[in-house]
Every structure is written in structure tokens, then in C-alpha cells.
């Protein structure tokens, strides 16, 4: 499956949550589609287009 799956992605995705964190391995092509803020983070002069490890604190 392509589907969060490590071998072929090219983002990871750290969610903390109350002390616990979840792992989403990702594409960024399919964060782009469906997210105005991914696309201008990925695409855009900053810091953070260059990294593949994101982490998203609740």
C-alpha cells in the first residue's frame, strides 16, 4: 500500500497529543493537494520547505 508507508515516502509527519505521538509517513504532492498551508510550508522560501520531519503539537 502507498498509504502511510516509510519506503516510499518523502515527508514525515510527527502529531503530539497529551504525551503520545503518532507517526504519518507522507507525500508531499498529496499534502500539497489538500492543504493550502502544506503547499505555501513546502513550496514556499522558508526554513521548513527543506525538511522532511514535520512536527505538529495539539
Known amino acids: 500500500s502507498m498509504f502511510n508507508n516509510p519506503l516510499l ?5 510527527f ?3 497529551n ?3 503518532r ?3 507522507a507525500h508531499k504532492v ?5 492543504s ?8 514556499g522560501d522558508f526554513k ?3 525538511l522532511r520531519d ?4 495539539n
Request: charged share 10%; hydrophobic share 40%; glycine share 2%.
Open 30 to 34: 498529496v499534502l500539497c493537494m489538500a
Open 48 to 50: 521548513v520547505s527543506k
Open 19 to 21: 504525551g503520545s505521538t
Open 36 to 43: 493550502p498551508w502544506f503547499t505555501k510550508a513546502l513550496t
Open 9 to 13: 515516502s518523502d515527508v514525515t509527519i
Open 54 to 57: 514535520f512536527l505538529l503539537c
Open 23 to 25: 507517526t504519518y509517513h
Open 15 to 17: 502529531q503530539t497529543s
